[in-house]
């Protein structure tokens, strides 16, 4: 029988194409589901939280047919595709049904959790939830120091603030809000054969296998890369990246892949120095690549590995 495989979005798309409006990326998604039918999979989307019924039903939901979508009705998914966003999904129990399990996301959204989890890989991280924790944590810098403090739970750089220490603790915190304070990693002498300035560089991994490079670069003035701050995107050939920092990366495989079940993830590093890479952060909900990327091996790894949680129980 063929399995069931189920891309699942928390906002509501009503008929036609769910991918009519995303642009570069739309035929790349097509892509993963022409290719999931050829495997032999049956390919479906749903949508919408009303719509998901505990532990894997999903009603209104469409199935992909020779380049449309189908209205199907109810459908009982083998394995899901997470594309919600936020933390409201996947229910806990279904953890080994679905690219990714909730302790996952739940891990990448918190960067305080995540530096437990990788302190020996990322800059040094105090976890702050009041200005006299601030104060006292900044005793720890000269007042010189160029420091970071993120909110602890955010993403597309939202929130974060880059400067001296002196003047990191006039910041003002929001009420019962958790921070992160980190050490600034100097990122200026770029990446020997990657990029010469300030960088973001982006390892994304399924299945535990590298897929797609990425590297971002600050808008004139910023120290921020990330795309929604101003930021501007390339991909890099996985032959040009240094093998020091390919093996960091084997390293934190080794912490992630086996205890969460070979998600699907980015790494995000900051090179100092030219040679000394630094965790950022990790991320769960990848941007899926554009049609002028080198997409196929990253779809070719996402059907293999809801391929293998299809045939797992829950």
């Given at each position: 029988?063929?399995?069931k495989?189920?891309?699942?979005?928390?906002?509501?798309?009503?008929?036609?194409?769910?991918?009519?409006?995303?642009g570069?990326?739309?035929?790349?998604?097509?892509?993963?589901?022409?290719?999931?039918t050829?495997?032999?999979?049956?390919?479906?989307?749903?949508?919408?939280?009303?719509?998901?019924?505990?532990?894997?039903?999903?009603?209104n939901?469409?199935?992909?047919?020779?380049?449309?979508?189908?209205?199907y009705?109810?459908?009982?998914?083998?394995?899901?595709?997470?594309?919600?966003?936020?933390?409201?999904?996947?229910?806990?129990?279904?953890?080994?049904?679905?690219?990714?399990?909730?302790?996952?996301?739940?891990?990448?959204?918190?960067?305080?959790?995540?530096?437990?989890?990788?302190?020996d890989?990322?800059?040094?991280?105090?976890?702050?939830?009041?200005?006299?924790?601030?104060?006292?944590?900044?005793d720890?810098?000269?007042?010189?120091?160029?420091?970071?403090?993120?909110?602890?739970?955010?993403?597309?750089?939202?929130?974060i603030?880059?400067?001296?220490?002196?003047?990191?603790?006039?910041?003002?915190?929001?009420?019962?809000?958790?921070?992160?304070l980190?050490?600034?990693?100097?990122?200026?002498?770029?990446?020997?054969?990657?990029?010469?300035?300030?960088?973001?560089?982006?390892i994304?991994?399924?299945?535990?296998?590298?897929?797609?490079?990425?590297?971002?670069?600050?808008?004139?003035?910023?120290?921020?890369?990330?795309?929604?701050?101003?930021?501007?995107?390339?991909?890099?050939?996985?032959?040009?990246?240094?093998?020091?920092?390919?093996?960091?990366?084997?390293?934190?495989?080794?912490?992630?892949?086996?205890?969460?079940?070979?998600?699907?993830?980015?790494?995000?590093?900051?090179?100092?120095?030219?040679?000394?890479?630094?965790?950022?952060?990790?991320?769960?909900?990848?941007?899926?690549?554009?049609?002028?990327?080198?997409?196929?091996?990253?779809?070719?790894?996402?059907?293999?590995?809801?391929?293998?949680?299809?045939?797992?129980?829950?």
């Amino acid at each position: 029988m063929r399995k069931k495989i189920v891309m699942y979005f928390h906002r509501r798309t009503i008929g036609g194409d769910p991918f009519a409006t995303f642009g570069k990326k739309k035929m790349v998604y097509h892509r993963l589901f022409e290719l999931g039918t050829e495997l032999g999979f049956d390919m479906f989307v749903a949508s919408g939280k009303e719509n998901y019924e505990s532990p894997l039903t999903f009603r209104n939901a469409y199935r992909y047919d020779s380049g449309t979508f189908l209205d199907y009705g109810s459908i009982d998914a083998d394995a899901i595709f997470d594309r919600s966003g936020g933390l409201s999904f996947p229910p806990e129990k279904i953890g080994k049904k679905t690219l990714n399990s909730i302790v996952f996301k739940r891990l990448c959204n918190d960067k305080n959790a995540m530096y437990g989890h990788l302190s020996d890989f990322m800059p040094k991280n105090i976890t702050i939830r009041s200005k006299e924790e601030l104060r006292s944590a900044l005793d720890e810098f000269d007042a010189g120091d160029i420091v970071v403090l993120k909110p602890s739970k955010g993403m597309q750089g939202n929130g974060i603030l880059i400067g001296p220490a002196s003047e990191i603790a006039l910041s003002t915190l929001e009420p019962e809000k958790e921070y992160s304070l980190q050490e600034f990693v100097d990122t200026s002498k770029g990446i020997p054969g990657v990029i010469d300035g300030r960088h973001d560089l982006r390892i994304i991994i399924v299945e535990g296998q590298i897929v797609l490079c990425h590297v971002r670069t600050p808008k004139e003035g910023s120290f921020l890369a990330n795309v929604a701050q101003g930021g501007s995107i390339r991909e890099v050939p996985l032959k040009e990246i240094p093998a020091f920092i390919l093996d960091r990366v084997s390293e934190i495989q080794e912490s992630i892949d086996t205890e969460f079940d070979l998600p699907l993830y980015s790494i995000d590093f900051g090179v100092a120095g030219g040679k000394t890479p630094f965790v950022f952060e990790l991320n769960d909900q990848i941007g899926f690549p554009s049609e002028d990327m080198d997409y196929e091996e990253f779809i070719r790894r996402t059907l293999k590995s809801l391929g293998r949680k299809a045939s797992t129980g829950i």
